[in-house]
């Protein structure tokens, strides 16, 4: 069936649609009372393009994890819809929500806890296999070395049979990078692969999703805190502020150019620290985020923004507006 | 894999560990030999009781303890008429035989009892036997005669007209010295019983076997049915150990899978197990078992069902949720759903092997407490009524008022080897703990 999609594809359509994707999560007193919603997603809408490398950025809390479940399918959208290649993930059941899984692939933010600690590396990586229905021994034996060569830890048998608590952190995740890999996917979700890193493995990290990314020229779509190295290994930023996203462009453009009073502060943020050298990133603007439960009227961003313009701002929400080519903002100041 | 190993070889740390591992083998090593010695329906045939036993003596203690006490106790003597020199003198129609049964007599008790068993073959009419019995010092003292049938018993013990005579039951007066007054002594020496027969057939002959019973037996001794407990000891050990074993086995599997599946679905299901753990917990155990042994006390495989089921909902729900909530967020979890492994797979193979090794001492600590809950339940008479088990011992003791007539042996052999399955689990358990808890670790 898979190749059956495979062949179905065409190559110029987005690999990912997502149209004005909310995830809400209830709050719930005694277990039954609806006291509100925590709007973690909240009407986001991107394409991604096959061979793409995107990040996702934003501060502490914006919903960059709910948004990488969500596409995941681990959380049911609440509203919206996402498509992949060409198919409605919210309508897949059975095999063809199997082959979904098999095409996303996830790498999660502490490799230490994505890894289950009583199964040897072998095992981690024939459970995705085992899965997905690949019974044959060899076969798997097969694909799990090329998944392991792939992420630089092969050849060699010595680490098929570690324990996870055995290897280190940067070990840990590329075993977690693999086991991303072994099903073959189209499309990798990584949650801030390397933010619970050490400093000194984190370029390796990054430079080896990179090249894996452009070797089998998948989808990546990485989630990040870190807007210094973002360049480098991403073709388009989204800059996600409250459960939406504010401001997209390709890397260059948006970091040269930022549009979004937001962007502009958390880039200011950067250049602050770099400036005084500080250990601390400071990467949040003044001011506290919003609550998610009771967002702000009207833009989001306007109890905080320095250019708020009372009775358009805190009133209606703005849209997405192109201030340059290709480059969107959602800001009522670049309305045309 | 290595991690369990490290762990064994760290329990060679622990005393208690080699202590407790050592009664365990001992245990397990007893009901292997037991099950290939005496096999399951051998078993059942011997401890239902009856001719199989009737060489054996009532209630006679065990023979170490009363030589470790310095008795001299007589054990029980067997005289066969095959090996004795059996004189025959044919006649018109039948022929008259004569057998004289006789043995040494060195202990300084009496024996607990005296019987004749007789065995006709090819007679045309019932034979007709005189007895006769000669003391060492050649007294001889007439014991009557009788017909006798084609298998008989002939009681000698229980012969009141003798006893009437002699002024004391038979066993006791048979060999008492006569010149003593007072306290009865017994004489030692050779004695015999002298066997008039006379067999009416041409080809007519007579076996006779002479049981003088003594009053202690073998090493465990036996009970009021000439049982050998030794049978049932033996028998005990594996019955306690398969029971105990299974019990936990399937309370801890069904209580594991049961509280997993609670945390993993959440929301109404877990309400619904939490709330019968509650109601369960509230049940009182042994009550409810005596209820339903008393109304299937069938067998004792019933009986483990019950167990299970009543140990499903047990407390130990509530150890495991706790155990499992935290897991259950974790993330190697969240990217198993990711690449589409199951709910039965994130159960069985990501959940609970995670609690797995936490959970094997207090597996192994539970062992004893099923293996004495049957025990319990067989002392009050709800046991298997047909499987030799130590709690059958024990409640044929506490029925036969062993204590109180004395015969300790009845009550402490069970006992003391429920008391050594126990320990063993317990300490076995409580080192792999140390070993697996390491909170509990001392330094
Ligand atoms: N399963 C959930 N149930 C309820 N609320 C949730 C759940 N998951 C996330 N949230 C809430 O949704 C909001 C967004 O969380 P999310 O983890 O997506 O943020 P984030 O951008 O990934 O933050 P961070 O950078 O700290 O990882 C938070 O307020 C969080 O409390
Ligand atoms: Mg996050």
């Known amino acids: 069936m898979s190749t059956e999609r495979a062949a179905s594809a065409e190559s110029t359509s987005p690999l990912v649609s997502v149209r004005d994707l909310r995830t809400w999560f209830e709050l719930r007193q005694w277990g039954f009372l609806r006291v509100g919603s925590v709007r973690a997603v909240d009407g986001v809408s991107f394409d991604l393009g096959r061979g793409e490398s995107v990040a996702f950025v934003g501060e502490s809390g914006c919903g960059k994890s709910s948004l990488a479940r969500t596409l995941l399918g681990l959380h049911r959208p609440t509203g919206g819809e996402v498509s992949f290649d060409g198919y409605r993930v919210q309508d897949l059941a059975g095999r063809d929500l199997q082959w979904y899984r098999a095409s996303v692939g996830y790498v999660q933010q502490d490799p230490y806890g994505a890894l289950p600690p009583f199964m040897d590396v072998r095992r981690i990586l024939a459970e995705p296999l085992v899965v997905h229905g690949v019974t044959d021994r060899a076969e798997r034996e097969r694909r799990i070395r090329r998944a392991l060569e792939e992420v630089r830890l092969g050849p060699g048998d010595a680490i098929l049979d570690q324990f996870p608590h055995m290897l280190s952190g ?138 708020a313009m009372a009775g358009t701002c805190d009133v209606r929400d703005p849209g997405m507006f192109e201030p340059r080519r290709d480059h969107l903002s959602a800001c009522w100041l670049h309305e045309r | 894999m290595r991690r369990w190993l490290e762990g064994l070889r760290e329990l060679r740390r622990y005393p208690s560990a080699i202590g407790g591992l050592a009664l365990i083998v001992f245990l397990i090593a007893v009901s292997v030999y037991t099950v290939i010695a005496i096999p399951y329906s051998q078993a059942l045939e011997l401890w239902r009781g009856g001719e199989a036993w009737r060489m054996h003596p009532v209630n006679a203690g065990p023979v170490w303890v009363d030589r470790l006490l310095g008795g001299d106790k007589p054990d029980t003597t067997v005289v066969r008429s095959e090996d004795a020199e059996t004189r025959s003198a044919a006649f018109d ?214 167990v299970i089921a009543l140990g499903i909902f047990s407390a130990g729900i509530k150890m495991y949720r706790a155990m499992l909530l935290p897991i259950r967020q974790a993330p190697y979890i969240e990217a198993a759903r990711a690449y589409g492994a199951g709910n039965a797979r994130i159960i069985l193979r990501y959940m609970i092997p995670r609690i797995l090794p936490v959970l094997i001492p207090t597996f192994v600590t539970l062992i004893p407490t099923y293996v004495f809950l049957e025990a319990s339940l067989a002392v009050l008479g709800l046991g298997d009524p047909v499987l030799p088990t130590w709690g059958k011992v024990l409640n044929d003791a506490q029925t036969q008022s062993a204590l109180y007539n004395g015969f300790y042996y009845w009550v402490i052999a069970p006992a003391l080897l429920l008391m050594l399955t126990g320990l063993g689990f317990a300490m076995f358990g409580f080192a792999l703990d140390r070993v697996f808890n390491p909170r509990l670790r001392t330094q």
């Open chain 1, 170 to 307: 940067g070990q840990q995740q590329r075993v977690v990078i693999a086991r991303a890999l072994v099903l073959e996917p189209a499309m990798i979700i990584a949650d801030e692969p390397v933010s619970m890193l050490d400093a000194s493995v984190r370029v390796e990290i990054l430079n080896l999703l990179r090249r894996i990314q452009s070797e089998r020229s998948l989808t990546l779509a990485f989630i990040t805190h870190d807007l210094s190295t973002v360049r480098h290994y991403a073709d388009r930023i989204f800059v996600m502020y409250a459960g939406r996203i504010v401001e997209q462009a390709q890397v260059d453009e948006l970091l040269e150019h930022p549009q979004h009073p937001y962007t502009q502060a958390l880039l200011a943020a950067i250049a602050d620290v770099d400036a005084a050298n500080a250990r601390r990133v400071r990467d949040v603007p003044a001011g506290e985020p919003p609550s998610l439960l009771h967002p702000p009227p009207g833009c989001r961003f306007h109890p905080r923004c320095p250019h």
């Open chain 2, 93 to 306: 129609g039948g022929r008259q035989v004569r057998i004289p049964l006789s043995f040494d007599y060195p202990h300084d008790d009496f024996p607990s009892e005296i019987n004749l068993f007789l065995e006709t073959r090819d007679t045309e009419r019932e034979a007709f036997v005189r007895l006769r019995w000669q003391t060492p010092d050649g007294d001889i003292i007439p014991l009557g005669g009788r017909r006798v049938a084609r298998e008989d018993r002939i009681s000698i013990s229980q012969n009141q007209t003798l006893e009437g005579r002699l002024g004391m039951p038979p066993h006791v007066g048979l060999f008492a010295r006569s010149t003593d007054a007072g306290q009865p002594v017994p004489d030692n020496g050779r004695y015999r019983l002298i066997i008039d027969a006379i067999l009416f057939g041409e080809d007519a002959s007579l076996e006779a076997d002479l049981v003088v019973y003594g009053r202690v037996h073998g090493i465990a001794g036996t009970d009021h049915q000439r049982r050998d407990l030794m049978v049932a000891l033996l028998w005990g050990t594996p019955v306690a150990l398969a029971f105990g074993l299974l019990a936990a086995v399937g309370t801890t599997v069904t209580t594991l899978v049961i509280a997993a599946t609670g945390v993993w679905f959440g929301g109404l299901v877990d309400a619904t197990i939490q709330r019968l753990t509650e109601v369960n917990i509230i049940l009182p155990v042994l009550p409810v078992l005596v209820m339903v042994g008393t109304l299937y006390s069938t067998n004792i495989w019933l009986m483990l069902g019950v």
